[in-house]
């Protein structure tokens, strides 16, 4: 689901808006300047993997996402004619007026890097749409037919589970919001949230490192500053096809909640429980990863991640990373036991002091705790704990965290987040309960 006001608004621009533009208009139309170059050419034996980047980008992440299309190019980059292809749908703008977005293929030719420009679609489309999404995706799937299959990278905004608004304006649909540290008031609100929020910046320590915070529009419409966004379930429903992996470069869609969702739908996903630094993935080296072989190298790319950020060169806060690759087949072993878990340690749920439990926000944001830690701290005795890493390590291929994000210590981390009930609201409850996570195993009880 789309994040309201992700803290990825919050990053502060490493471009002005002109130069972003003028970076943009160039990536979109190199093909119209590569008359010196033979004509491309398309695989010769049939397509392999198909790497869509999904870059919604008509936000404060614009010039962030510019330099990874760059970083990326600048790295492995396949030729026209490999079996591997590399598509990027892009709508990048710092601007509030709405942007045209592109599908680009971007292949090596002679040496060079080529921009095809495959397709326009009109300003009006917003990135962060599923009807939009499902248009970009469809229209990949039939024009280009993959055997190996397909792999989609989100880069954007994004707040994990969360109804769309609900992270920048909490008080906007809870009427009786706490603002007290790891406190709620449990409003029973269920205002249903509107096509277009309210743009709110979040507060944030300017001294912090930006970070990107699932997908945004931040335009203007007339009625002020806005945001368009999508919900879980709306990103969940407009993937038309089956996906070999999901990778989010984007802040806090590292919970349980979003790989459940999205279990049918692919094989893998590689997400952060916590924020992204606004850089994202190492890009540098991510073309080889992808598509370099025959498979993806997902565990590379974590472990790259991973590495660039834990001897970060500009080291202190900058040195903040988690990374999780989960096998989706593999996630059924996991609700039970945390059913069995909630189930028999109901009283103990609701009454968990949240400060004690790790977790992954900043701020007052703390919808996203560790999924462990939380049943430690609701009484699950040995047998259960131990049943219940073992169906974390069953589904988890690939997991690390520096020792500290930003402005809190990682003392606990089994790989993924969770919702903590009795730190929440009504109104977030109300949204809980339509999840397929919540469906399997119960941690958000029905209203008696």
């Not at 010196?36 to 992440?61: C, F, H, T, W």
């Not at 969770?418 to 029905?446: F, I």
Request: hydrophobic share 35%; net charge negative.
């Amino acid at each position: 689901m789309k994040d309201s006001l992700f803290i990825h608004a919050i990053r502060e621009m490493r471009h002005g808006t002109m130069a972003i533009a003028a970076t943009v208009t160039a990536l979109a139309m190199m093909s119209c300047v590569k008359d010196e170059l033979d004509p491309p050419r398309y695989p010769s034996v049939g397509i392999n993997n198909v790497l869509i980047m999904y870059a919604a980008g008509q936000n404060s992440l614009a010039g962030y996402i510019t330099e990874d299309i760059t970083d990326f190019c600048n790295g492995y980059l396949p030729n026209g004619d490999d079996p591997n292809i590399l598509l990027v749908y892009q709508k990048l703008s710092s601007s509030y007026t709405p942007a045209a977005s592109y599908i680009i293929r971007y292949y090596s030719h002679k040496g060079t890097t080529v921009a095809d420009t495959l397709l326009t679609l009109p300003a009006d489309m917003k990135a962060t749409d599923g009807n939009t999404m499902s248009t970009v995706l469809t229209w990949v799937k039939e024009n280009f037919p993959a055997s190996g299959g397909y792999g989609l990278l989100f880069s954007s905004h994004a707040t994990g589970w969360l109804p769309k608004g609900y992270y920048s304006n909490p008080d906007y649909y809870d009427d009786n919001y706490g603002t007290g540290k790891a406190s709620v008031q449990r409003s029973q609100g269920t205002q249903s949230a509107p096509e277009w929020v309210p743009y709110i910046e979040p507060e944030r320590d300017p001294a912090l490192p930006p970070v990107k915070s699932i997908g945004q529009d931040r335009i203007s419409d007339g009625n002020g500053a806005g945001s368009y966004e999508m919900e879980l379930t709306e990103f969940d429903n407009a993937i038309p096809m089956h996906l070999d992996y999901i990778f989010f470069d984007c802040c806090l869609m590292g919970g349980i909640e979003v790989a459940y969702e999205l279990r049918d739908k692919c094989d893998r996903i590689l997400f952060s429980p916590t924020e992204v630094i606004a850089e994202g993935f190492d890009y540098a080296n991510m073309g080889q990863k992808l598509l370099g072989g025959s498979t993806p190298d997902l565990e590379g790319v974590c472990s790259d991640y991973y590495e660039y950020y834990n001897s970060h060169p500009y080291g202190g806060q900058y040195r903040s990373a988690t990374v999780t690759l989960v096998d989706c087949i593999r996630l059924e072993p996991l609700a039970d036991i945390c059913r069995s878990i909630f189930s028999r340690h109901r009283d103990a749920l609701d009454a968990i002091t949240p400060d004690d439990v790790q977790g992954y926000f900043t701020a007052n944001y703390h919808w996203f705790y560790d999924l462990y830690d939380i049943a430690a701290h609701a009484g699950a005795d040995d047998t259960e704990l131990a049943e219940l890493e073992a169906a974390l390590d069953g589904c988890i291929e690939y997991k690390a965290a520096t020792d500290n994000f930003l402005t809190f210590p990682i003392n606990v981390y089994s790989g993924l987040s969770m919702y903590l009930p009795c730190n929440g609201s009504g109104y977030l409850d109300a949204n809980y309960r339509e999840l397929d996570w919540n469906k399997a195993t119960g941690l958000v009880q029905q209203e008696s």
